[in-house]
T-cell receptor, first 111, second 114 residues
Framework: GQSLEQPSEVTAVEGAIVQINCTYQTSGFYGLSWYQQHDGGAPTFLSYNALDGLEETGRFSSFLSRSDSYGYLLLQELQMKDSASYFCAVRDRAAGNKLTFGGGTRVLVKP | DAGVTQSPTHLIKTRGQQVTLRCSPISGHKSVSWYQQVLGQGPQFIFQYYEKEERGRGNFPDRFSARQFPNYSSELNVNALLLGDSALYLC?????????????FGPGTRLTVL
């Protein structure tokens, strides 16, 4: 089966940098995605990595190392509105088309 | 453009009852997936439909069923409700099955089973 591990909670102050790590186990890795979900809201897509390396989108960046089965989401210049849960997710070729999510990392940004 | 829509937003049922949740994908999207999200956990995959055919099924009992209509909207049915079925049910649409995994989620239906 597939499994993903990410920290349960991270706290930081405005303007700081936060890195959320994600390690995964899967038999037919296709790519690693990141989603943001505010309390009471729907998950929204942030990024996708299929190849090794860093993808940058504004204040957020995502990294993947396929050989280490590891990725991370980097949140820079933290703002209060970044307080949310962040999920890594993989699609596994061997598991059909389902998207498997990690348990989520709750990020709390303090003034 | 309208995003993914789901109805109803909230629902309260009692054990043993049946429920039908509805989802309309983004215009032009042919794939719809259903997820169950228990509070404090990540979404768990239930079903995926593409072009009206089931393309994936998660580890959920047969009490859960779904279908997709010719206009690509979808329904999720849950029979014989249990207390443990209380959760946020999310629908997500995507253009196809391949690509960058980007799925667009609807606001969800909050189901409470008493």
């Amino acid at each position: 089966g597939q499994s993903l591990e990410q920290p349960s909670e991270v706290t930081a102050v405005e303007g700081a940098i936060v890195q959320i790590n994600c390690t995964y186990q899967t038999s037919g890795f296709y790519g690693l995605s990141w989603y943001q979900q505010h309390d009471g809201g729907a998950p929204t897509f942030l990024s996708y990595n299929a190849l090794d390396g860093l993808e940058e989108t504004g204040r957020f960046s995502s990294f993947l190392s396929r050989s280490d089965s590891y990725g991370y989401l980097l949140l820079q210049e933290l703002q209060m509105k970044d307080s949310a849960s962040y999920f890594c997710a993989v699609r596994d070729r061997a598991a059909g088309n389902k998207l498997t999510f990690g348990g989520g990392t709750r990020v709390l940004v303090k003034p | 453009d309208a995003g993914v829509t789901q109805s109803p937003t909230h629902l309260i049922k009692t054990r043993g009852q049946q429920v039908t949740l509805r989802c309309s994908p983004i215009s032009g999207h042919k794939s719809v997936s259903w997820y169950q999200q228990v509070l404090g956990q990540g979404p768990q995959f239930i079903f995926q439909y593409y072009e009206k055919e089931e393309r994936g099924r998660g580890n959920f009992p047969d009490r859960f069923s779904a279908r997709q209509f010719p206009n690509y909207s979808s329904e999720l049915n849950v029979n014989a409700l249990l207390l443990g079925d209380s959760a946020l049910y999310l629908c997500a649409s995507s253009q196809g099955l391949a690509g960058n995994n980007e799925q667009f989620f609807g606001p969800g239906t909050r189901l409470t089973v008493l």
